[in-house]
């Protein structure tokens, strides 16, 4: 059984350069959240899909963007990059239903903006 | 709002010796807690969680952790780490119909030979 997948695993950009990163949920998985975490800081809940919309959004500016496809994998593009987004991007994966549910996590892909 | 406030950055301890992690919470609704732990260059695995009944929950690894209402706190335990330990704890929490989780700074514990 395939647990969470990201990729890629490190990319590098240029500030001003838009990055597209991408998410494979855990078999069964129909929902999937991004966070964002920050050197020597917890992770911050970006915004979550279900059934290809946008179900919740953190405090994050427009320039963050998701996509889920009919398969439930899922994108995060950022545009407009700034240094200040350099990070360990997070997905998780969940089942949507009663809950509460855990959150599987990938490995992450770790951007730098330059 | 939820806020979660892990009270210390780092942690060091010699192998075989009793940890706690701390992990205070502030919600006005109820609250399911859980912990991550975070090995060098990887992903998050879940420790444990508590989402309802007991309040003294077991984990993965031989950690545990108890749910205080009164004192608002998850405090992790563990009655004798290993070197295998050292890594990043973070406590998280999610409220209501959603599972976003809310995440403190993070505890580094650092297991000494």
């Known amino acids: 059984d395939a647990g969470v997948t990201q990729s890629p695993t490190h990319l590098i950009k240029t500030r001003g350069q838009q990055v597209t990163l991408r998410c494979s949920p855990k078999?069964?998985?129909?929902?999937v959240s991004w966070y964002q975490q920050a050197l020597g800081q917890g992770p911050q809940f970006i915004f979550q899909?279900?059934?290809?919309?946008?179900?919740q959004r953190g405090n994050f500016p427009d320039r963050f963007s998701g996509h889920q496809f009919p398969n439930y994998s899922s994108e995060l593009n950022v545009n407009a990059l700034l240094l200040g987004d350099s990070a360990l991007y997070l997905c998780?994966?969940?089942?949507?239903?009663?809950?509460?549910?855990?959150?599987?996590f990938g490995p992450g892909t770790r951007l730098t903006v330059t | 709002a939820q806020s979660v406030t892990q009270l210390d950055s780092q942690v060091p301890v010699f192998e075989e010796a009793p940890v706690e992690l701390r992990c205070n919470y502030s919600?006005?609704?109820?609250?399911?807690l859980f912990w991550y732990v975070q090995y060098p260059n990887q992903g998050l695995q879940l420790l444990l969680k508590y989402l309802s009944g007991s309040t003294l929950v077991k984990g993965i690894n031989g950690f545990e952790a108890e749910f205080n209402k009164s004192q608002t706190s998850f405090h992790l335990r563990k009655p004798s780490v290993h070197i295998s330990d050292t890594a990043e704890y973070f406590c998280?929490?999610?409220?209501?119909?959603?599972?976003?989780?809310?995440f403190g700074t993070g505890t580094r514990l650092q297991v000494f030979p």
């Open positions: 998280a929490v999610s409220a209501g119909n959603t599972d976003k989780l809310i």
């Open positions: 919600s006005s609704v109820s609250v399911y």
């Open positions: 899909y279900y059934e290809e919309e946008e179900r």
């Open positions: 998780a994966s969940s089942p949507l239903g009663p809950g509460p549910y855990e959150q599987y």
């Open positions: 078999s069964g998985h129909d929902t």
